[in-house]
């Protein structure tokens, strides 16, 4: 009968675990010098190794001939364990058996002293599924265990497990497996097959399993049968992935303004049956590894030779800053995607995200109040047909004979202000006193994010885009549109603003005092906007 790789390979002894030393050190040390604890709490992620562990661990304390901690999985005990034929270990599913009778039933059981081994163990899988009666009735057991018990607790979600319960226990902590160790173990793996594969194929299934053996495995069983050996190619077609090529002329497209070809792209993808899921992750793995491969002369594990040098060059027409920019919305994008009732469509509008950010634009999720450009249009525009639907005859004709002088003398002036580049304004300073405002000239400005740059800081010298500049007496204010809040509070650490004010010194060859604010006029601007068009109830105020 067929069995799956990852129950034909299962762990027989502590040594075949992979990447848990920090587990397997210890337990074998307590099998060796006999002293063995009551209750042991296995937690991690899936595909770790836990239940193979507390397996291992059941046959090592009842095997009769063990060797340096490890069962001989040859003596009488250790192949009736194998073979699930021993009365003296019980697997229990928590996910099936949770109640608080399910519990009673096991307390009334294990009294009696075990028929064959040294230990009656039991293994409970997914403890945390327990309720809150049967971690009560289980409680019970572990303050007063006999002697000849062993229970092994297994969990994916440890912080659902009780302090009490997990106070009577010995925890050890199951590590997520590094890619290369998993791809080491796929590679014994297909030896012990006969079946030969490309080392670039193992890697790109460990990255895919993130941390489970378990999941890796399964993807390269899927993968087995495309060929002789086991390519990289056909692992990519299996598995529905972005090839280098694929990614390296989405990326190019992406990167260039007013060029909306990824769009095409995209769709050609999803018609050819691509994830759109795999497709947003395997984008972000490309950025991520460029980006590292740009820093990094061998980023192992990460990206194959031919990918590094397909990527990182891209890296080269973009500030890094805006390189995790884009990693960061890519990662909200695809957090958001499977609830989405049109994926494809979201797909698109995170692209177009991308696209932005890469131009220096903002990309990241808009507030509501960062399309009110638009918003702004449709209120008046709304306003104004309302004023004209609902104005009576007579009001209009009064409205039309009504001197303008007598209307003026009335409400009195109307002061306009329009704030253009290089505009001079007028705005209150110290004391309430009236002085004059300017806007800095864009060849300054250059500058400043220019001698940012020469120190080191692109960071810095990519927030400043974002920003316009103020020159008013003794002061200079650096003022973000609403929204901006990230952008205020990153220049205003300690050195980034000293390094701004030292640009401003070196280009203005003056000292100035340094203000880094929202504008807050705009600000309420915008929110009065919402008010207007949306009404006073749905719009939520700070």
Aim: net charge negative; with cysteine.
């Amino acid at each position: 009968m067929y069995q799956a790789l990852y129950r034909k390979y299962r762990s027989k002894t502590f040594d075949d675990l992979l990447g848990q030393d920090q587990v397997v050190i210890p337990l074998k040390n307590q099998i060796t010098q006999g002293k063995m604890s009551h209750a042991y709490l296995f937690s991690g992620t899936r595909g770790t190794g836990k239940t193979s562990a507390a397996k291992i661990l059941a046959r090592a304390v009842n095997c009769l001939h063990p060797k340096d901690g490890n069962p001989c999985n040859e003596c009488e005990n250790c192949k009736l364990i194998l073979e699930d034929r021993m009365m003296d270990v019980v697997e229990m599913d928590a996910a099936s058996n949770n109640g608080v009778d399910d519990i009673r039933d096991l307390k009334d059981r294990v009294v009696y002293p075990p028929s064959l081994g040294k230990y009656k163990v039991y293994i409970i899988d997914e403890v945390h599924m327990l309720s809150k009666g049967a971690f009560n009735a289980l409680l019970k057991v572990l303050e007063e265990p006999p002697d000849h018990l062993i229970f092994i607790l297994a969990t994916t979600e440890i912080e659902k497990i009780p302090q009490t319960i997990q106070s009577r226990c010995q925890k050890f902590q199951f590590r997520r497996l590094s890619v290369e160790t998993m791809a080491r173990g796929m590679g014994e793996i297909l030896k012990k097959e006969g079946i030969s594969a490309q080392e670039e194929a193992l890697t790109l299934l460990a990255r895919h399993g993130q941390g489970s053996m378990r999941d890796s495995l399964s993807l390269l069983e899927q993968c087995l049968y495309l060929g002789p050996e086991l390519s990289y190619e056909g692992v990519v077609q299996s598995l529905g992935l972005m090839e280098t090529e694929e990614v390296q002329a989405l990326l190019s497209s992406l990167l260039r303004s007013g060029d909306l070809s990824f769009i095409y792209q995209l769709h050609d993808y999803y018609e050819g049956g691509k994830d759109l899921e795999g497709l947003l992750r395997d984008l972000i793995y490309a950025l991520r590894g460029s980006l590292l491969a740009h820093e990094i002369k061998d980023p192992v594990g990460l990206l194959t030779k031919d990918q590094v040098q397909a990527l990182a060059p891209f890296l080269d027409q973009v500030d890094p800053f805006l390189w995790v920019r884009a990693m960061e919305s890519l990662q909200e994008s695809l957090k958001n995607l499977r609830y989405q009732k049109d994926p494809l469509l979201s797909a698109e509008i995170a692209l177009l995200d991308l696209n932005l950010i890469f131009q220096g634009q903002e990309g990241t999720r808009p507030k509501l109040e960062k399309n009110l450009e638009v918003l702004d249009q449709i209120g008046k525009k709304k306003g104004t047909l309302r004023s004209e639907k609902e104005e009576l005859p007579e009001e209009k004709e009064k409205r039309i004979e009504e001197p303008a002088e007598d209307k003026l003398k009335e409400e009195g002036p109307t002061p306009i202000l329009k704030e253009k580049e290089g505009a001079d304004l007028e705005s209150p300073g110290k004391d309430g006193i009236i002085e004059k405002t300017e806007s800095l000239d864009e060849d300054l400005v250059q500058e400043i994010q220019d001698y940012c740059k020469d120190q080191g800081n692109q960071a810095v010298a990519a927030i400043l885009r974002d920003a316009s500049f103020r020159r008013s007496q003794g002061r200079l204010s650096i003022v973000f549109q609403p929204g901006y809040d990230f952008h205020v509070k990153n220049l205003s650490r300690e050195d980034n603003r000293a390094l701004v004010k030292a640009g401003i010194g070196q280009v203005l060859g003056e000292d100035l005092d340094l203000e880094i604010c929202l504008d807050k006029d705009r600000k309420q601007e915008h929110i009065q906007d919402l008010v207007d068009f949306f009404g006073q109830d749905l719009v939520e105020r700070e």
